[in-house]
């Protein structure tokens, strides 16, 4: 299957610093999505990206996807507590499933 | 809708014993997928089922697991016999078009 690599595995930042974290493939992918996980939670799904290019915002969240579809970023303007978790990127197969990175750990110092 | 519901959230066994977690999708969802989370492998597809149909179960790490999925509202996933490598947080997720949903988790711990 396709395989994703993210950075950083962690990040530290003050409340109101921005924040970005990173996917990169080696091959070509025909859409990227992104989701949350809160401590103690589960995974929620926050976007898909589709097209080469492509930039999505939600609120303080901007997602973007590479002009060769081979990477992704998630920037978090003046992040806050409750952007605490951890954020994974994740790659379609074949079928519907999905290889996930390894994720990107975000806390957040009051 | 009340999302995917996992049972049971938390199971603490022995070594040896075995456990049977199960997942109810959301309704109309046509496909599910078992995923395992820990710290060193971080989140890992075991299997995932199409119309109820096993597609690729090419994640499940031994053949102490099996995974079954006899209606579009059940499946379960079920370790025999356990070890204390198997402990980890076992998430089930059903998705009917590409985005996936996840239930909350089902916590195994084996002593």
């Known amino acids: 299957g396709q395989q994703v690599m993210q950075i950083p595995q962690y990040q530290h930042v003050q409340e109101g610093e921005d924040f970005t974290t990173y996917c990169n493939s080696s091959t070509t992918l025909s859409n990227i999505q992104w989701y949350k996980q809160r401590p103690g939670g589960h995974p929620v799904f926050l976007i898909q990206?589709?097209?080469?290019?492509e930039v999505k915002k939600q609120k303080r969240l901007t997602f973007q996807f590479g002009e060769a579809k081979k990477n992704s970023s998630l920037h978090i303007t003046a992040t806050q507590t409750t952007d605490v978790g951890t954020y994974f990127c994740?790659?379609?197969?074949?079928?519907?499933?999905?290889?996930f990175g390894s994720g990107t750990q975000l806390t957040v110092l009051p | 809708d009340a999302g995917v519901i996992q049972s049971p959230r938390h199971e603490v066994t022995e070594m040896g014993q075995e456990v049977t977690l199960r997942c109810k999708p959301i309704?109309?969802?046509?496909?599910l997928f078992w995923y395992r989370q820990t710290m060193m492998r971080g989140l890992e597809l075991l299997i995932y089922?199409?119309?109820?149909?096993?597609?690729?179960d090419s994640g499940m790490p031994e053949d102490r697991f099996s995974a079954k999925m006899p209606n579009a509202s059940f499946s379960t996933l079920k370790i025999q016999p356990s070890e204390p490598r198997d402990s980890a947080v076992y998430f089930c997720?059903?998705?009917?078009?590409?985005?996936?949903?996840f239930g909350p988790g089902t916590r195994l711990l084996v002593l």
């Open positions: 309704s109309g969802h046509d496909y």
């Open positions: 990206l589709v097209k080469s290019g």
């Open positions: 997720a059903s998705s009917l078009e590409e985005t996936q949903y």
């Open positions: 994740a790659v379609s197969g074949s079928a519907r499933q999905l290889t």
């Open positions: 089922f199409n119309n109820n149909v096993p597609i690729d």
